[in-house]
């Protein structure tokens, strides 16, 4: 398997060289040079499967030579093991034909878990013998940061510099990363929103002389590895909802557009998908682009589901490059110039035959919350409601049973949940002692000069 860039210039590499780089040396994102297929008879195989099994026969067509199936198998088990659900991504039914996958029984209680695990493994594992260390920076909006960081902290060879935007978490996503006092863990709070933290992440590997300075690896969304193992769980719900035979549709609460991306790819792999609705909260740049195809960055409103207040959707270039057929190069320099673009017909016709969107108020996001509640006994947190209120009014045949990502543990947003409901969920036992825990962080300007020196004189240089 050889991966190649959205912008068209840079080398083609494989599994290894992708999963350590992160974002390409154009500025692209990594994609599959052809996406593997697999047939009717292939998913049937997956039927009765473990987790563990799913996960070894979905994602050893991407991994290639560079992994074998018994490394990855036991790579998978050990990233598994540690989720409080034998099923890992257990569904639930809500009612006659609507369901939650919950994707939040990993260590950092959110849905990032179910790839960093794997990820902070593949990162050890490809490192090993290497005298190289591995500097990885981040932006999260709030769960990635703590789940990449649980992946790596202590792990030999590897320092992590997360940056997220200040006071725009919530408290239990905030102490869940500066609680890690492993020191190889830097947590970094800025002054301004996730699109700067992340704009600087990119001008940081973009820089020719700090990337020749550093090793750098991403664990965003835009590293390939952790979108392929994001793609294992929609196929492990719709077999278990009756596919091939039957075809399945999900609703995903979406920011980044990492995870609806992965239900993309388990469609072009030949997963009978009837629509991904995208569901997007009052920041609804993804809403507007595939509606109208406006892709038009606004001002970041600061929500309940800070995960999803985003203006700027990184892996939306890789579905426009796929739509597109190749380099989006200058499309994407356009959009970076400018911060708007418009959507080619190719692109809008394209997306609408998979995508559906919806644009999900507050109110109706508290609707979600309450009727889950109310109807299903189901206690859950803004950013899977607001992907359960776009699943319950989006357009569908009947007969198609609609799963929503449950991307979040209620008690992460626990404040949210209580307006909305009445009842206040508490933290599972296993990170009960969260607030008790001592923090570290350090708060720095939203400038992208503070921000590399800071990294500069705490990384580890090239050797």
Same mark, same amino acid.
């Given at each position: 398997?050889?991966?190649?860039?959205?912008?068209?210039? /840079?080398?083609?590499?494989?599994?290894?060289?992708?999963?350590?780089?992160?974002?390409?040396?154009?500025?692209?994102?990594?994609?599959?040079?052809? $996406?593997?297929?697999?047939?009717?008879?292939?998913?049937?195989?997956?039927?009765?499967?473990?987790?563990?099994?799913?996960?070894?026969?979905?994602?050893?067509?991407?991994?290639?030579?560079?992994?074998?199936? /018994?490394?990855?198998?036991?790579?998978?088990?050990?990233?598994?093991?540690?989720?409080?659900?034998?099923?890992?991504?257990?569904?639930?039914?809500?009612?006659?034909?609507?369901?939650?996958?919950?994707?939040?029984?990993?260590?950092?209680?959110?849905?990032?878990?179910?790839?960093?695990?794997?990820?902070?493994?593949? @990162?050890?594992?490809?490192?090993?013998?290497?005298?190289?260390?591995?500097?990885?920076?981040?932006?999260?909006?709030?769960?990635?940061?703590?789940?990449?960081?649980?992946?790596?902290?202590?792990?030999?060879?590897?320092?992590? @510099?997360?940056?997220?935007?200040?006071?725009?978490?919530?408290?239990?996503?905030?102490?869940?990363?500066?609680?890690?006092?492993?020191?190889?863990?830097?947590?970094?709070?800025? *002054?301004?929103?996730?699109?700067?933290?992340?704009?600087?992440?990119?001008?940081?590997?973009?820089?020719?002389?700090?990337?020749?300075?550093?090793?750098?690896?991403?664990?965003?969304?835009?590293? $390939?590895?952790?979108?392929?193992?994001?793609?294992?769980?929609?196929?492990?719900?719709?077999?278990?909802?009756?596919?091939?035979?039957?075809?399945?549709?999900?609703?995903?609460?979406?920011?980044?557009?990492?995870?609806?991306?992965?239900?993309?790819?388990?469609?072009?792999?030949?997963?009978?998908?009837?629509?991904?609705?995208?569901?997007?909260?009052?920041?609804?740049?993804?809403?507007?682009?595939?509606?109208?195809?406006?892709?038009?960055?606004?001002?970041?409103?600061?929500?309940?589901?800070?995960?999803?207040?985003?203006?700027?959707?990184?892996?939306?270039?890789?579905?426009?490059?796929?739509?597109?057929?190749?380099?989006? /190069?200058?499309?994407?320099?356009?959009?970076?110039?400018? !911060?708007?673009?418009?959507?080619?017909?190719?692109?809008? *016709?394209?997306?609408? !035959?998979?995508?559906?969107?919806?644009?999900?108020?507050? *109110? *109706?996001?508290?609707?979600?919350?309450? $009727?889950?509640?109310?109807?299903?006994?189901?206690?859950?947190?803004?950013?899977?409601?607001?992907?359960?209120?776009?699943?319950?009014?989006?357009?569908?045949?009947?007969?198609?049973?609609?799963?929503?990502?449950?991307?979040?543990?209620?008690?992460?947003?626990?404040?949210?949940?209580?307006?909305?409901?009445?009842?206040?969920?508490?933290?599972?036992?296993?990170?009960?002692?969260? @607030?008790?825990?001592?923090?570290?962080?350090?708060?720095?300007?939203?400038?992208?000069?503070?921000?590399?020196?800071?990294?500069?004189?705490? /990384?580890?240089?090239?050797?």
């Amino acid at each position: 398997m050889r991966y190649q860039s959205t912008r068209g210039s /840079a080398p083609l590499l494989g599994f290894r060289d992708v999963t350590l780089a992160g974002l390409a040396s154009d500025g692209g994102l990594y994609v599959p040079a052809e $996406w593997p297929r697999f047939s009717h008879e292939d998913i049937e195989a997956l039927k009765g499967l473990s987790y563990v099994e799913t996960a070894v026969r979905v994602m050893a067509p991407f991994t290639g030579d560079d992994l074998s199936e /018994a490394d990855l198998r036991a790579l998978c088990e050990q990233a598994y093991g540690r989720f409080s659900q034998a099923a890992v991504t257990p569904l639930v039914q809500l009612d006659h034909r609507h369901f939650l996958l919950e994707l939040f029984h990993g260590p950092t209680l959110a849905f990032k878990d179910v790839a960093l695990q794997l990820l902070g493994l593949l @990162f050890e594992k490809f490192l090993t013998g290497s005298s190289e260390p591995l500097t990885i920076v981040g932006a999260t909006s709030g769960d990635t940061g703590s789940a990449a960081i649980d992946a790596v902290a202590g792990r030999h060879g590897v320092d992590i @510099f997360m940056l997220h935007p200040k006071g725009r978490v919530s408290d239990v996503q905030r102490r869940q990363m500066t609680t890690v006092l492993a020191p190889n863990v830097h947590n970094i709070a800025i *002054e301004g929103s996730f699109d700067d933290a992340q704009a600087m992440v990119k001008a940081l590997f973009n820089d020719a002389d700090f990337s020749t300075r550093f090793r750098l690896s991403a664990v965003n969304s835009i590293n $390939w590895a952790r979108l392929m193992a994001q793609v294992v769980y929609y196929f492990y719900a719709a077999v278990r909802l009756g596919s091939p035979a039957q075809k399945v549709a999900f609703a995903v609460p979406t920011g980044n557009f990492g995870d609806v991306f992965a239900g993309y790819v388990a469609a072009k792999m030949g997963l009978p998908v009837e629509r991904l609705v995208v569901a997007t909260n009052v920041n609804d740049i993804l809403h507007r682009a595939l509606s109208s195809g406006d892709y038009s960055a606004g001002t970041v409103t600061p929500t309940a589901a800070p995960s999803m207040d985003i203006q700027v959707s990184s892996n939306f270039e890789r579905l426009l490059s796929d739509l597109a057929g190749g380099s989006v /190069a200058e499309q994407m320099a356009g959009f970076e110039a400018s !911060k708007a673009m418009r959507l080619t017909n190719a692109q809008r *016709e394209g997306a609408a !035959k998979i995508f559906a969107s919806d644009r999900i108020t507050p *109110e *109706e996001m508290n609707e979600a919350m309450r $009727w889950a509640a109310a109807e299903a006994a189901q206690v859950i947190d803004p950013h899977s409601a607001i992907g359960l209120a776009a699943a319950r009014r989006a357009d569908l045949p009947a007969d198609v049973p609609v799963v929503t990502l449950a991307t979040a543990h209620p008690a992460k947003f626990a404040d949210a949940v209580e307006r909305a409901t009445g009842m206040r969920p508490a933290l599972p036992t296993r990170v009960g002692d969260l @607030f008790d825990r001592q923090e570290r962080y350090d708060v720095l300007p939203g400038t992208l000069d503070a921000v590399r020196d800071y990294i500069a004189e705490r /990384a580890k240089p090239r050797t």
